[in-house]
């Protein structure tokens, strides 16, 4: 069971972001975003989006830094990976 996040590199909002998952379910990704205090709106179907600013302070919480491609790698394999068509569509 691992919570990762990759580097800050989307931007968005005058900021740039990074992705937050788990490999492990949803409930893991929502406990962990809870103790770290992120807002439930920052979910978006399988991921939290958080602003770079955070993402420290989220690795030194438990939060393993990988890069993007492992994280969508490990995301893809572990089943929880929403396709984006999915997420245009509302499902």
Do not use: C, N
């Amino acid at each position: 069971m691992t919570v990762l996040i990759d580097p800050p590199v989307w931007p968005a909002h005058d900021t740039i972001w990074s992705h937050l998952v788990s490999d492990e379910s949803y409930d893991e990704l929502h406990a962990f975003a809870a103790r770290a205090g992120l807002p439930r709106r920052a979910f978006d179907h399988d991921h939290y989006d958080v602003p770079a600013a955070r993402h420290d302070e989220l690795v030194a919480l438990g939060a393993l830094a990988v890069s993007g491609r492992e994280l969508v790698l490990r995301l893809i394999a572990s089943g929880l990976r929403v396709p984006q068509r999915d997420k245009r569509s509302g499902h």
